[in-house]
């Protein structure tokens, strides 16, 4: 088979991507080609790509509202009336068992799954309601901690608390993936000491290529592999490469503060909470289109990396569209992936690698942690 070939033949996963926000916020039809974003139905099969976890990212102000678990369930519905509306090309899967039954049946799957712990409300019982509904993953923590968990971006607890090894425990036994994105060191270290199953980090890159604080040091990178988990490696340029991380880093920093005080000055008022957040945004983030996106070769460099460090069994995808606003130069959207796969041949990949970072790797840890854990209740 030519590289094109494989990629198609593969059964392609992605552990990460905010496109529901697009849906929900801005009224997109995702089943047709609006030319906004970086995914949408027909680029996701223009793509070969057969399983998109679709993260329903909860956003800190609604901490502040009060309506965490809210926006979590409506993002939960967004998805879910999307698949609806077009059940001949798009299903929603709650084990790799479906997923693999949606690629023999020619279709593509939703994974739903939940980015930021808060968006609970420190209640077991919505987490097993968000389980019911088929969120197959949830992100600790963002880069806000809440509180129960430490983020990469704030420190209250000096890691997990008790009840956040409950969360894990809860989490383990209903068959949710643990996932170790956006959180502190000592919160991941903290939560594979009590997972009882492989966790993931959905959507982050190696530490050691690119010194940011949501990337991966090689020691967490080993320890993931002892757990028997799986990377989704980000494409995110801001992660993929220094030179460019380094050329915004200041940027980053003085927009964090400026969200925070935001959120807090405007607390009580929803809609000028959204326009400052907007304005700081544009303000910051905003500036990366001017910017200069490494190449497809810094993005394989991490799966390369991590391949080596951890071990081939433990490096997915984890793009990230529609979260981040600058990728590889090559890979702009996932209609590009297949050249994400050749790429992977060129730099020596063997076909049967390919295929685990592909998607292999992810349907393995979806194997080990939620199909055995469905079979068994």
């Given at each position: 088979?030519?590289?094109?070939?494989?990629?198609?033949?593969?059964?392609?996963?992605?552990?990460?991507?905010?496109?529901?926000?697009?849906?929900?916020?801005?009224?997109?039809d995702?089943?047709?080609?609006?030319?906004?974003?970086?995914l949408?139905?027909?680029?996701?099969?223009?793509?070969?790509?057969?399983?998109?976890?679709?993260a329903?990212?909860?956003?800190?102000?609604?901490?502040?509202?009060?309506?965490?678990?809210?926006?979590?369930?409506?993002?939960?519905?967004?998805?879910k009336r999307?698949?609806?509306k077009?059940?001949?090309?798009?299903?929603?899967?709650?084990?790799?068992?479906?997923?693999?039954?949606?690629?023999?049946a020619?279709?593509?799957?939703?994974?739903?799954?939940?980015?930021?712990?808060h968006?609970?409300?420190d209640?077991?019982?919505?987490?097993?309601?968000?389980?019911?509904?088929?969120?197959?993953?949830?992100?600790?923590?963002?880069?806000?901690?809440?509180?129960?968990?430490?983020?990469?971006?704030?420190?209250?607890?000096?890691g997990l608390?008790?009840?956040g090894?409950?969360?894990?425990?809860?989490?383990?036994?209903?068959?949710?993936?643990?996932?170790?994105?956006?959180?502190?060191?000592?919160?991941?270290?903290?939560?594979?000491?009590?997972a009882?199953?492989?966790?993931?980090?959905?959507?982050?890159?190696?530490?050691v290529?690119?010194?940011?604080?949501?990337?991966?040091?090689?020691d967490?990178?080993?320890?993931?592999?002892r757990?028997?988990?799986?990377?989704?490696?980000?494409?995110?340029s801001?992660?993929?490469?220094?030179?460019?991380?380094?050329?915004?880093?200041?940027?980053?920093?003085?927009?964090?503060?400026?969200?925070?005080a935001?959120?807090?000055?405007?607390?009580?008022?929803?809609?000028?909470?959204?326009?400052a957040?907007?304005?700081?945004?544009?303000?910051?983030?905003?500036?990366?289109?001017?910017?200069?996106?490494?190449?497809?070769?810094?993005?394989?460099?991490?799966?390369?990396?991590?391949?080596?460090?951890?071990?081939?069994?433990?490096?997915?995808?984890?793009?990230?569209?529609?979260?981040?606003?600058?990728?590889?130069?090559?890979?702009?959207?996932?209609?590009?992936?297949?050249?994400?796969t050749?790429?992977l041949f060129?730099?020596?990949?063997?076909?049967?690698?390919?295929?685990?970072?592909?998607?292999?790797?992810?349907?393995?840890?979806?194997?080990?942690?939620?199909?055995?854990?469905?079979?068994?209740a």
């Amino acid at each position: 088979m030519t590289p094109r070939e494989v990629h198609f033949d593969a059964i392609v996963v992605d552990g990460h991507a905010d496109t529901i926000s697009r849906a929900l916020d801005d009224g997109e039809d995702l089943g047709t080609e609006t030319g906004k974003g970086q995914l949408d139905l027909p680029r996701m099969f223009r793509g070969g790509l057969d399983a998109q976890f679709m993260a329903c990212y909860v956003e800190p102000k609604y901490v502040a509202r009060k309506e965490s678990a809210k926006r979590a369930f409506r993002m939960l519905d967004s998805v879910k009336r999307w698949a609806a509306k077009y059940p001949d090309r798009m299903a929603i899967a709650r084990s790799a068992a479906d997923v693999r039954r949606a690629a023999a049946a020619g279709k593509v799957c939703a994974i739903l799954c939940i980015e930021g712990g808060h968006a609970i409300e420190d209640d077991l019982g919505l987490l097993r309601s968000f389980h019911e509904l088929g969120v197959r993953y949830m992100t600790l923590t963002w880069n806000n901690a809440n509180s129960w968990a430490d983020s990469c971006r704030e420190s209250r607890h000096g890691g997990l608390t008790d009840f956040g090894r409950e969360v894990v425990r809860e989490m383990n036994r209903i068959g949710m993936l643990v996932d170790l994105s956006h959180v502190a060191e000592k919160t991941f270290y903290d939560a594979l000491a009590v997972a009882d199953t492989p966790a993931i980090c959905s959507h982050s890159c190696a530490r050691v290529l690119c010194d940011h604080v949501r990337n991966l040091t090689d020691d967490q990178l080993r320890a993931l592999a002892r757990n028997g988990g799986v990377v989704g490696v980000n494409f995110y340029s801001g992660f993929v490469s220094q030179a460019f991380y380094d050329s915004k880093k200041a940027g980053d920093e003085a927009g964090e503060a400026e969200r925070g005080a935001a959120m807090e000055r405007f607390k009580d008022d929803p809609a000028g909470m959204d326009a400052a957040l907007k304005a700081i945004w544009t303000k910051y983030d905003g500036r990366e289109a001017a910017m200069a996106p490494p190449s497809l070769d810094g993005l394989v460099d991490h799966i390369e990396h991590i391949a080596k460090v951890a071990g081939i069994a433990h490096v997915g995808l984890g793009s990230d569209f529609d979260g981040i606003s600058s990728l590889p130069r090559e890979v702009g959207t996932c209609e590009h992936l297949p050249r994400l796969t050749e790429r992977l041949f060129e730099r020596g990949f063997a076909e049967p690698d390919v295929r685990k970072i592909l998607g292999e790797n992810f349907l393995r840890v979806m194997e080990a942690s939620i199909d055995a854990r469905l079979a068994g209740a």
